[in-house]
């Protein structure tokens, strides 16, 4: 399921973003240089969020996940147990 709503989400936010900031480009000239640094920064706070949900949450999810769907037998129960640990 997390999967799936990664896959939903993402392509419309990543198209939202991107025509936003070019429609800010085309629109240079009407817009004073206080409001393009204002929105360039706002754009890397968006990022830098997105960057923090995916290391912070998607990943240990993702990981945590497929130790518990795929069939690890090769690895020791043990180490599997710090590994899940680890990623809570």
Do not use: E
């Not at 800010?24 to 206080?34: A, E, G, V």
């Amino acid at each position: 399921f997390l999967g799936v709503t990664i896959l939903i989400v993402q392509p419309f936010l990543f198209f939202f973003t991107s025509d936003a900031m070019k429609t800010l480009k085309q629109n240079s000239s009407s817009l004073s240089s206080p409001t393009q640094v204002m929105a360039r920064k706002m754009l890397r706070v968006f990022l830098v969020q997105c960057l923090g949900g995916l290391i912070c949450y998607i990943t240990p999810l993702a990981v945590m996940l497929a130790t518990m769907v795929v069939n690890c037998t090769l690895i020791p129960g043990w180490l599997l147990a710090i590994v899940r640990i680890t990623f809570l």
